[in-house]
């Protein structure tokens, strides 16, 4: 299973970024995404998570009303929109995947993880 993480980069502070997380080989015919960050000195935190269907979504309190994730499931792909960005989002952010037709908030029950996209705003 490879994951595969993009969209990161240098964006003002207000500014907007559409992280992408493209999924491939997995063999289960449903999984969840979730996307996780890490910033320097950081532990690394949930973000936002997504059902297989789409249809249930679960976000931390910190980007709650300014990300939305979405996915694609004919391309493998996820996305987060993040917009209204802060400084405090610079971090690494990765997507990981988990077999399950449900959100899945704990990083622990995380099966496949990919590389990770670096996001950097500056204020």
């Known amino acids: 299973v490879q994951l595969q993480a993009s969209g990161g980069g240098l964006v003002q502070a207000g500014g907007s970024l559409r992280l992408s997380c493209t999924v491939s080989g997995f063999e289960s015919d449903y999984y969840a995404i979730g996307w996780f960050r890490q910033a320097p000195g950081k532990e690394r935190e949930f973000v936002a998570a997504?059902?297989?269907?789409?249809?249930?979504?679960a976000y931390a309190d910190s980007v709650k009303g300014r990300s939305t994730i979405s996915r694609d499931n004919a391309k493998n792909a996820v996305y987060l929109q993040m917009n209204s960005l802060k400084a405090e989002d610079t971090a690494v952010y990765y997507c990981?995947?988990?077999?399950?037709?449900?959100?899945?908030?704990?990083?622990?029950?995380?099966?496949?993880w990919g590389q990770g996209t670096l996001v950097t705003v500056s204020s």
């Open positions: 997504i059902s297989w269907s789409g249809g249930s979504t």
């Open positions: 990981a995947a988990v077999k399950s037709p449900f959100v899945v908030r704990g990083d622990i029950l995380y099966e496949h």
